[in-house]
């Protein structure tokens, strides 16, 4: 036994100063394509997924540049001339592409995916999730769904909107059925990721960390699995039959076969709506927990918060009808769904005076992660509220299918969900990479996001009550207005990203050495060392209260934290 | 159905009148800014709905953000600071702040379910027109048996602002009385909107919807002008899916355009009435007319298709997929070209794809539009 360590006597006497991390546990382009270790398919997910958005986000410029006046603007540039694609065309195939790359490819895998797998099992004081093999097959699908959304891009595009509705997406000659593969395969990376996080939070719990001692994250992340498993199918099942009924021509959907298109619209929003709940409960999570760990105070109703989630997620599966109001769907059902979808604002509404009372004399620092998520208090409550206009039937009958409705689900799904998801990545960032980031870029990005993103979608509140619809390549003058102030704000929101995209690499690079706690948390993985180590924790850790900060104290020495339970080793 | 739901009914009429004489009427009038002026029977209760959800948002949303920035301020400590409270919960407070909201969001779901309630059927003395929708037109058949189609409008240069350019077409309404859609697709969804009534429907394929209203009737002598929009994505000219909508002051106005609509073709040749047609059909939004027109185009070319000798035009027959060279010129051409507007993809240009809508059109309208062609762009 002796003579190997005394082998290895002067490698680990040069430990301290490179000190062991997952990152440089191994070495080798396969080292990180063959991992097992979810921390690195995290990371590899966070590269795919902001890749993704910066993709998305290029279109959402492309669209917001075509807008700038009515008329063609720029997509009359991308016409072939002598082509049947007209510069309507092509801004059809904007939007959809927009939609569809962020909301399958970049939200909904945003947070549970990438930083979920980080996060989650270092938080639970594990090792891995349950099923690793299953996590990195989970990300090779994510891969293969984001092949088939480029191949759509190389095949002409796709034209049928992010909703594919019938019976036009049965009948567009546009690349519908390999978008349409795609959207299938990544739900297959979706539910998978689901099942393993259900497994991982119940197995995989240490001894002493109850159900309602678990992080906040948790709590949302589990709520997000459970949407994910049980909704995700049904998605599945519907583009099967949408695939059939192209190919085959078997009458599902499509009236001309003898179909119903309304159905369609049920079994889209069966999904998709739910799938709201997949994008803002673990952004919700990330809340909680961010607000709690720079305010240095314990969640204020921690157990309501908790149950909130739950019953988001419950309610998530009851209102898909308030999508289509005036879609012929019966009036009785329209008031169920109507009074059904009131009740999800409850525990949303419950979750921002939850978060600000925790705030109350806590002790704050505005860090960047702070921004981002008093950021997210603020345009949740603007989303949330909004959406009282669209529950409410006789004055969602004027605002459905408006700008309106664009800007409401804007706030809720990139002014929640995805400032939410950097709020996410600015706070464990630290951890990720265990560097710091320049903290005056990113004030500086943040506000650019931030007044950038209200510019840009407050104003679409104004232009939808004018009766502005969506999905307009052309607009009547009357709305120009809106449509150039509109465009402004999302230059602005793109220089913001920009320079986040600038100070995070130059992070990376060369940014300082984080400590293991820069934000005196005390959820485990603040525990272990940043970059954690590969099997995130040597010796398991003290499981105790996550929340209780009077044994965190500030070592201006490091510029970090350190806690008197886990002392660092 | 709904109408009758027991006392909830007196109960929130009381509430309303309450709210109303106190302070709602004025404050709605000024927290609905936002919407365009409402112009039909419905606009007064959506507006109202508006204004009290406004009130209802900033109550709840101006206290929320000053928290934000007050606790940011006032609780903002040093690194190592600890907290001041250690409160982790307070069941009562919690308890509040669930069941306020609760009983406004069941108020809130009442009145526009209640309201939602008087949108749905149609008085039985309503006037009721046809309303059909297919990619990218409207066409409207009223109950006398006369027809119109859309009219998307243009640009008016000069005044920067959207105007009708054939005032006889786009849909006509009597004044002061219930009208009632009944509306059909031929081809894929779309959706009826007129931002001023407060109204909107989908047009299912497949299926007759329906939607009411009853304008209000214009002040002045001139017909009130509105746009009525396509609110559900249809595909390639989905933004150019509008129509000129016209509220007649009287139904001696009303009948006067009635008249003069039906005369259009009096004073016209055939191949101005085949190009009135082309616009008013939509054909023109597919098919240039011009040589050497810019962009990209859906159909083929008008210009010069008549007289294509065999060489110069290629279809692809159905079915078979076969190849076939057709010249454009005489019984032949004709016949080429009444199959094509009839069955468009029996021969379909080559290099084009299978989108052509089917337009229903009556023999002579075919005929004008034969004549049309033939003129366009003819060989000397």
């Not at chain 1, 796709?158 to 567009?172: E, K, L």
């Not at chain 2, 001023?196 to 299912?204: G, I, L, P, T, Y």
Request: hydrophobic fraction near 45%.
């Amino acid at each position: 036994m002796n003579p190997p360590e005394t082998g290895t006597a002067a490698p680990v006497a040069e430990a301290p100063a490179v000190p062991h991390h997952y990152l440089n546990h191994s070495k080798g382009f396969l080292s990180w394509a063959l991992t097992l270790d979810h921390k690195r398919i995290g990371i590899m997910y966070l590269i795919g997924v902001l890749s993704c958005f910066a993709l998305g986000g290029m279109f959402a410029l492309l669209l917001r540049t075509e807008l700038w006046a009515p008329g063609d603007t720029i997509a009359g540039i991308f016409v072939k001339k002598g082509g049947t694609k007209t510069a309507q065309d092509i801004y059809n195939m904007w939007f959809t592409v927009h939609g569809a790359v962020m909301v399958f490819l970049v939200i909904i895998p945003g947070v549970p995916a990438a930083l979920g797998n980080f996060v989650l099992p270092i938080m639970l004081g594990a090792k891995d999730v349950a099923f690793p093999r299953l996590n990195l097959g989970s990300f090779y699908l994510w891969c293969l769904g984001a092949i088939f959304f480029i191949l759509t891009l190389f095949m002409g595009g796709v034209d049928a909107g992010w909703t594919f509705y019938t019976p036009y997406s049965a009948i567009t000659s546009t690349a519908v059925i390999p978008a349409l593969v795609g959207v299938f395969i990544l739900g297959f990376s979706s539910i998978f990721t689901g099942m393993n996080f259900i497994v991982t939070i119940h197995k995989l719990r240490p001894p002493g960390m109850t159900w309602f001692r678990m992080p906040l994250f948790l709590w949302g992340s589990y709520a997000t699995a459970v949407i994910q498993v049980l909704a995700t199918p049904v998605l599945a099942i519907t583009l099967l039959l949408l695939i059939m009924e192209r190919t085959l021509h078997v009458g599902i959907f499509t009236p001309e076969y003898g179909g119903d298109p309304v159905l369609f619209q049920h079994f889209f929003w069966f999904y998709s709506h739910p799938a709201v709940y997949i994008m803002i409960l673990p952004a919700m999570g990330i809340v909680s927990e961010i607000i709690s760990v720079h305010s240095h105070k314990r969640p204020f109703g921690y157990q309501f918060i908790a149950y909130s989630s739950v019953a988001i997620a419950i309610f998530g599966f009851l209102v898909w009808g308030h999508h289509m109001f005036t879609s012929t769907q019966s009036p009785a059902m329209n008031a169920i769904f109507s009074a059904i979808t009131f009740s999800v604002s409850i525990p949303s509404a419950i979750k921002v005076f939850n978060w600000l009372a925790t705030m109350w004399g806590g002790s704050i620092r505005l860090t960047v992660p702070m921004l981002y998520g008093l950021s997210f208090i603020f345009l949740f409550s603007i989303g949330g509220l909004t959406g009282l206009y669209l529950g409410t039937l006789s004055t969602d009958v004027h605002f459905h299918d408006t700008y309106f409705v664009v800007a409401h689900f804007h706030y809720v799904m990139m002014g929640s969900a995805l400032i939410g998801m950097f709020g996410g990545l600015h706070h464990w960032w630290p951890k990720m990479t265990g560097r710091l980031y320049n903290g005056k870029l990113a004030r500086i990005a943040w506000a650019f996001v931030f007044v950038g993103f209200n510019v840009t979608f407050f104003t679409q509140f104004l232009l939808g009550s004018q009766g502005m619809p969506r999905r307009y390549y052309d607009y009547l003058p009357r709305y120009e207005i809106y449509h150039k102030i509109s465009t402004i704000g999302s230059y602005m929101m793109a220089v913001g990203f920009a320079i986040m995209g600038v100070y995070l690499l130059q992070s990376i690079f060369g940014g300082k050495k984080a400590p293991a706690n820069p934000w005196g948390a005390n959820t485990l993985e603040w525990h272990c060392t940043s970059p954690p180590p590969h099997d995130n924790f040597k010796t398991p850790p003290a499981i105790e209260d996550c929340y209780d900060y009077s044994g965190i104290d500030y070592d201006p020495a490091i510029g970090g934290y350190t806690s008197r339970a886990n002392p660092p080793k | 159905m709904v109408g009758s739901c027991f006392s909830f009914e007196a109960l929130s009429t009381w509430s309303l009148s309450l709210f109303e004489s106190r302070c709602g009427g004025m404050l709605a009038s000024i927290w609905t800014t936002g919407m365009p002026e409402g112009k039909s029977n419905f606009a007064s209760d959506v507006d109202w709905m508006y204004g009290f959800i406004n009130i209802v948002n900033v109550i709840f949303f101006v206290p929320i953000v000053f928290a934000l920035v007050y606790f940011s301020i006032r609780f903002r400590k040093p690194p190592g600071a600890k907290a001041e409270s250690d409160v982790s919960h307070n069941t009562p407070l919690e308890i509040v702040w669930t069941v306020i909201p609760m009983i406004i969001v069941v108020f809130m779901f009442f009145i526009g379910f209640r309201d939602y309630n008087k949108m749905l059927a149609a008085p039985a003395d309503a006037y009721t027109i046809h309303v059909k929708a297919q990619q990218w037109s409207w066409g409207f058949d009223y109950p006398n048996g006369m027809h119109t189609d859309y009219d998307k409008g243009a640009l008016d240069k000069d005044n920067n602002r959207w105007a009708p350019t054939d005032p006889d077409q786009g849909l006509h309404l009597p004044p002061g009385v219930p009208i009632r859609m009944m509306m059909t697709s031929d081809d894929v969804l779309h959706s009826f909107f007129i931002p001023e009534f407060r109204v909107k429907q989908d047009v299912v394929p497949g299926k007759i919807s329906s939607v009411w209203f009853t304008p209000d009737t214009p002040l002045g002598d001139e017909p009130d002008m509105y746009w009525l929009l396509c609110t559900e994505y249809c595909g390639t000219s989905h933004s150019e899916m509008l129509s000129a909508v016209y509220v007649h002051p009287t139904w001696d106005s009303f009948l006067a355009w009635q008249v003069r609509a039906s005369s259009w073709r009096d004073e016209q040749s055939w191949e101005e009435r085949g190009e009135i047609l082309s616009r008013r059909k939509g054909c023109a939004q597919c098919h240039s007319v011009v040589a050497n027109a810019k962009g990209a185009w859906t159909g083929p070319t008008w210009y010069g298709l008549w007289g294509k000798t065999a060489k110069e035009h290629a279809v692809i027959t159905r079915g078979t997929k076969v190849r076939e060279e057709i010249a454009v010129t005489g019984e032949g051409g004709e016949a080429y070209l009444l199959e094509s507007m009839r069955d468009p993809f029996a021969k379909l240009a080559e290099g084009f794809g299978e989108v052509m809508p089917i337009k229903r059109l009556s023999e002579e309208e075919i005929l004008y539009l034969i004549a049309y062609i033939k003129s366009i762009g003819k060989k000397e």
